[in-house]
Protein backbone atom coordinates (compact mmCIF):
# COMPACT_ATOMS: atom_id res chain seq x y z
CA UNK A 1 0.00 0.00 0.00
CA UNK A 2 1.30 3.44 -1.06
CA UNK A 3 2.14 5.23 2.08
CA UNK A 4 0.39 8.12 0.64
CA UNK A 5 -2.85 7.65 1.45
CA UNK A 6 -2.63 7.31 5.23
CA UNK A 7 -0.43 10.56 5.16
CA UNK A 8 -3.42 12.21 3.35
CA UNK A 9 -5.64 11.05 6.26
CA UNK A 10 -3.32 11.92 8.48
CA UNK A 11 -3.27 8.40 10.29
CA UNK A 12 -0.78 5.68 10.54
CA UNK A 13 -0.01 2.43 8.79
CA UNK A 14 -0.76 0.47 12.58
CA UNK A 15 -4.07 2.61 13.21
CA UNK A 16 -7.03 0.52 13.53
CA UNK A 17 -10.03 0.39 10.82
CA UNK A 18 -12.26 1.61 13.25
CA UNK A 19 -9.49 4.73 13.78
CA UNK A 20 -9.10 5.41 10.15
CA UNK A 21 -12.75 5.09 9.80
CA UNK A 22 -13.01 7.99 12.33
CA UNK A 23 -10.63 10.26 10.63
CA UNK A 24 -11.66 9.56 7.25
CA UNK A 25 -15.45 10.86 8.55
CA UNK A 26 -14.18 14.07 10.28
CA UNK A 27 -12.11 15.11 7.24
CA UNK A 28 -15.43 14.80 5.06
CA UNK A 29 -17.61 16.56 6.57
CA UNK A 30 -14.89 19.14 6.81
CA UNK A 31 -14.06 19.34 3.02
CA UNK A 32 -18.06 19.11 2.37
CA UNK A 33 -18.46 22.07 4.14
CA UNK A 34 -15.07 24.13 2.87
CA UNK A 35 -16.21 22.95 -0.81
CA UNK A 36 -18.94 25.51 -0.61
CA UNK A 37 -16.61 28.33 -0.39
CA UNK A 38 -16.05 31.09 -2.71
CA UNK A 39 -13.06 31.12 -5.42
CA UNK A 40 -10.06 28.48 -5.07
CA UNK A 41 -10.62 27.31 -1.55
CA UNK A 42 -13.68 25.88 -2.39
CA UNK A 43 -12.33 24.56 -5.23
CA UNK A 44 -9.04 22.80 -3.54
CA UNK A 45 -11.86 21.14 -1.01
CA UNK A 46 -13.49 19.81 -3.53
CA UNK A 47 -10.31 18.23 -4.93
CA UNK A 48 -9.60 17.01 -1.10
CA UNK A 49 -13.20 15.81 -1.24
CA UNK A 50 -12.42 13.40 -3.81
CA UNK A 51 -8.38 12.69 -2.51
CA UNK A 52 -10.10 11.41 0.71
CA UNK A 53 -12.81 9.21 -0.35
CA UNK A 54 -9.77 7.07 -3.02
CA UNK A 55 -7.57 7.69 0.00
CA UNK A 56 -10.13 5.36 2.28
CA UNK A 57 -11.19 3.31 0.01
CA UNK A 58 -7.86 2.05 -1.23
CA UNK A 59 -7.12 1.41 2.51
CA UNK A 60 -10.04 -0.37 3.35
CA UNK A 61 -9.74 -2.50 0.35
CA UNK A 62 -6.79 -3.60 0.79
CA UNK A 63 -7.04 -4.17 4.59
CA UNK A 64 -9.99 -6.47 3.80
CA UNK A 65 -7.91 -8.70 0.68
CA UNK A 66 -5.07 -8.97 3.42
CA UNK A 67 -7.33 -9.87 6.21
CA UNK A 68 -9.04 -12.89 4.16
CA UNK A 69 -5.96 -14.15 2.93
CA UNK A 70 -4.70 -14.62 6.73
CA UNK A 71 -7.39 -16.30 7.30
CA UNK A 72 -7.22 -18.42 4.63
CA UNK A 73 -3.61 -19.12 5.34
CA UNK A 74 -5.14 -19.65 9.19
CA UNK A 75 -7.74 -22.54 7.81
CA UNK A 76 -5.41 -24.37 6.05
CA UNK A 77 -3.07 -24.48 8.83
CA UNK A 78 -6.33 -25.93 10.69
CA UNK A 79 -7.04 -28.22 8.24
CA UNK A 80 -3.46 -29.73 8.35
CA UNK A 81 -3.24 -30.26 11.59
CA UNK A 82 -6.51 -32.25 11.56
CA UNK A 83 -4.73 -34.40 9.04
CA UNK A 84 -1.95 -34.98 10.97
CA UNK A 85 -4.49 -35.92 13.87
CA UNK A 86 -6.15 -38.31 11.57
CA UNK A 87 -9.32 -35.81 12.56
CA UNK A 88 -10.64 -36.30 8.90
CA UNK A 89 -14.26 -35.44 9.92
CA UNK A 90 -12.45 -32.04 11.20
CA UNK A 91 -10.73 -31.65 8.13
CA UNK A 92 -13.06 -31.82 6.04
CA UNK A 93 -15.29 -29.94 7.75
CA UNK A 94 -13.10 -26.75 7.56
CA UNK A 95 -12.43 -27.17 3.61
CA UNK A 96 -16.34 -27.17 3.44
CA UNK A 97 -16.78 -23.78 5.09
CA UNK A 98 -14.08 -22.30 2.05
CA UNK A 99 -16.17 -20.46 -0.29
CA UNK A 100 -13.34 -19.83 -2.87
CA UNK A 101 -11.35 -23.07 -3.60
CA UNK A 102 -7.85 -22.19 -5.18
CA UNK A 103 -5.39 -25.31 -6.05
CA UNK A 104 -4.33 -25.13 -2.44
CA UNK A 105 -7.94 -26.37 -1.67
CA UNK A 106 -8.01 -28.72 -3.65
CA UNK A 107 -4.67 -30.19 -2.82
CA UNK A 108 -5.52 -30.98 1.04
CA UNK A 109 -8.76 -32.44 -0.09
CA UNK A 110 -6.48 -35.12 -2.05
CA UNK A 111 -4.56 -35.61 1.15
CA UNK A 112 -7.80 -35.66 3.35
CA UNK A 113 -9.46 -38.50 0.77
CA UNK A 114 -5.92 -40.45 0.36
CA UNK A 115 -5.79 -40.77 3.97
CA UNK A 116 -9.26 -42.56 3.87
CA UNK A 117 -7.95 -44.60 1.33
CA UNK A 118 -9.97 -42.91 -1.65
CA UNK A 119 -7.24 -43.09 -4.32
CA UNK A 120 -9.27 -42.52 -7.44
CA UNK A 121 -10.72 -39.29 -5.87
CA UNK A 122 -7.31 -37.98 -4.49
CA UNK A 123 -5.94 -38.13 -7.74
CA UNK A 124 -8.56 -35.73 -9.29
CA UNK A 125 -7.98 -33.64 -6.73
CA UNK A 126 -4.24 -33.36 -7.64
CA UNK A 127 -5.04 -33.40 -11.08
CA UNK A 128 -7.60 -30.17 -10.44
CA UNK A 129 -4.78 -28.67 -8.26
CA UNK A 130 -1.99 -28.95 -11.67
CA UNK A 131 -4.78 -27.67 -13.30
CA UNK A 132 -4.76 -24.25 -11.62
CA UNK A 133 -1.13 -24.13 -10.10
CA UNK A 134 1.00 -26.17 -13.30
CA UNK A 135 4.29 -25.21 -11.59
CA UNK A 136 4.06 -26.36 -8.19
CA UNK A 137 6.25 -29.00 -7.71
CA UNK A 138 4.68 -29.65 -4.43
CA UNK A 139 1.12 -31.37 -6.39
CA UNK A 140 3.34 -32.63 -8.82
CA UNK A 141 5.48 -35.08 -6.90
CA UNK A 142 2.16 -35.74 -5.00
CA UNK A 143 0.98 -36.66 -7.90
CA UNK A 144 3.46 -38.67 -9.61
CA UNK A 145 3.99 -40.54 -5.85
CA UNK A 146 -0.09 -40.95 -6.40
CA UNK A 147 0.03 -42.80 -9.62
CA UNK A 148 3.11 -44.87 -8.52
CA UNK A 149 0.84 -45.95 -5.74
CA UNK A 150 -2.23 -46.17 -8.16
CA UNK A 151 -0.40 -48.60 -10.20
CA UNK A 152 1.73 -50.79 -7.78
CA UNK A 153 -1.52 -51.49 -6.17
CA UNK A 154 -3.40 -52.67 -9.67
CA UNK A 155 -0.47 -55.25 -10.57
CA UNK A 156 -0.80 -56.68 -7.27
CA UNK A 157 -4.43 -57.09 -7.47
CA UNK A 158 -4.29 -58.08 -11.34
CA UNK A 159 -1.95 -60.71 -10.11
CA UNK A 160 -4.23 -62.97 -7.68
CA UNK A 161 -7.08 -64.56 -8.94
CA UNK A 162 -10.78 -63.86 -7.18
CA UNK A 163 -10.03 -67.15 -5.48
CA UNK A 164 -6.96 -65.86 -3.95
CA UNK A 165 -4.38 -67.84 -5.81
CA UNK A 166 -1.64 -66.24 -7.42
CA UNK A 167 -1.04 -66.15 -11.19
CA UNK A 168 2.25 -67.20 -10.31
CA UNK A 169 1.17 -70.17 -8.66
CA UNK A 170 -1.58 -70.97 -10.89
CA UNK A 171 -5.20 -70.75 -10.06
CA UNK A 172 -5.74 -72.85 -6.50
CA UNK A 173 -1.45 -72.86 -5.72
CA UNK A 174 -0.63 -69.70 -4.30
CA UNK A 175 2.69 -69.34 -3.31
CA UNK A 176 4.07 -70.80 -0.14
CA UNK A 177 3.61 -70.23 3.48
CA UNK A 178 6.61 -69.89 5.32
CA UNK A 179 5.02 -70.40 8.65
CA UNK A 180 5.15 -66.44 9.58
CA UNK A 181 1.95 -65.53 7.65
CA UNK A 182 3.99 -63.52 5.15
CA UNK A 183 4.10 -65.11 1.02
CA UNK A 184 7.36 -65.25 -0.75
CA UNK A 185 8.22 -62.41 -3.41
CA UNK A 186 11.63 -61.29 -4.69
CA UNK A 187 13.66 -63.78 -2.94
CA UNK A 188 11.47 -63.18 0.50
CA UNK A 189 10.57 -59.92 0.15
CA UNK A 190 7.01 -59.49 2.05
CA UNK A 191 4.26 -58.54 -0.71
CA UNK A 192 2.91 -56.79 2.47
CA UNK A 193 5.70 -54.84 3.57
CA UNK A 194 6.45 -53.47 -0.47
CA UNK A 195 2.76 -52.19 -0.32
CA UNK A 196 3.17 -50.77 3.17
CA UNK A 197 6.40 -48.85 2.22
CA UNK A 198 4.66 -47.57 -0.75
CA UNK A 199 1.47 -46.48 1.34
CA UNK A 200 3.94 -44.56 3.73
CA UNK A 201 6.48 -43.29 0.92
CA UNK A 202 2.84 -41.42 -0.68
CA UNK A 203 2.06 -40.16 2.28
CA UNK A 204 4.93 -38.89 4.08
CA UNK A 205 5.59 -36.89 0.59
CA UNK A 206 1.98 -35.70 0.94
CA UNK A 207 2.18 -34.55 4.36
CA UNK A 208 5.77 -32.99 4.34
CA UNK A 209 4.31 -30.85 0.97
CA UNK A 210 1.51 -30.10 2.61
CA UNK A 211 3.55 -28.56 5.80
CA UNK A 212 5.44 -26.13 3.51
CA UNK A 213 1.65 -24.50 2.46
CA UNK A 214 1.66 -21.41 4.12
Same mark, same amino acid.
Given at each position: &?? @????????? $?? $??????????????? +???????????? =?? *?? #??? %???????????????? +????? @????? /? $??????????? *??????? #??? !?????????????? $????????? &??? /? +????????? &? !?? /???????????? @?????? !?? @?? =?? /?????????????? *???? !??????????????????????? *? %??????????????
Amino acid at each position: &MN @KQFYDLLGV $SE $SATNEEITARYQELK +KKYSEERFLEGE =AG *NE #AAK %MLNRIDVAYNEIMTER +KEKRG @KEDTG /S $SYAKVDAYIRE *NRLNDAQ #AVL !DEFNERPAEWHYLQ $SVVFYKKNW &MNE /S +KKQLEIAIQ &M !DS /SNEKYRTAYNKL @KEKIEY !DK @KQ =AD /SVHPQGGYAAGGQG *NPQP !DYGDGQQQMGGGFCEQCATCCAC *N %MLFNCCLNACCGCR
